[in-house]
């Protein structure tokens, strides 16, 4: 007897930050109705490169009040 995988759905850690991103560029709407595939790669790589730049910002903050301690 074979026995079921279970699908787990995947959630994706970041998709809060991209979520937020994509409504400040005013994309929010085009992806709830069309879906994250509809973007433009323009308009996919300045949401990428955005979630990249405040990941770094909040590394560097992090590291930087650890060193103060």
Same mark, same amino acid.
């Given at each position: 007897?074979?026995?079921?995988?279970?699908?787990?759905?995947?959630?994706?850690?970041?998709?809060? *930050?991209?979520?937020?991103?994509?409504?400040?560029? /005013?994309?929010?709407?085009?992806? $709830?109705? @069309?879906?994250?595939? =509809? *973007?433009?790669?323009?308009?996919a790589?300045?949401? /990428?490169?955005?979630?990249?730049? $405040?990941? @770094?910002n909040?590394? =560097?903050?992090?590291?930087?009040?650890?060193?103060?301690?």
């Amino acid at each position: 007897m074979k026995e079921k995988k279970i699908k787990l759905k995947r959630t994706d850690l970041l998709e809060d *930050l991209k979520m937020e991103i994509a409504a400040e560029l /005013g994309l929010l709407d085009q992806v $709830r109705v @069309k879906g994250w595939h =509809s *973007l433009s790669a323009k308009d996919a790589g300045k949401i /990428g490169g955005i979630m990249t730049q $405040r990941m @770094k910002n909040k590394s =560097s903050n992090h590291l930087s009040n650890q060193s103060e301690e």
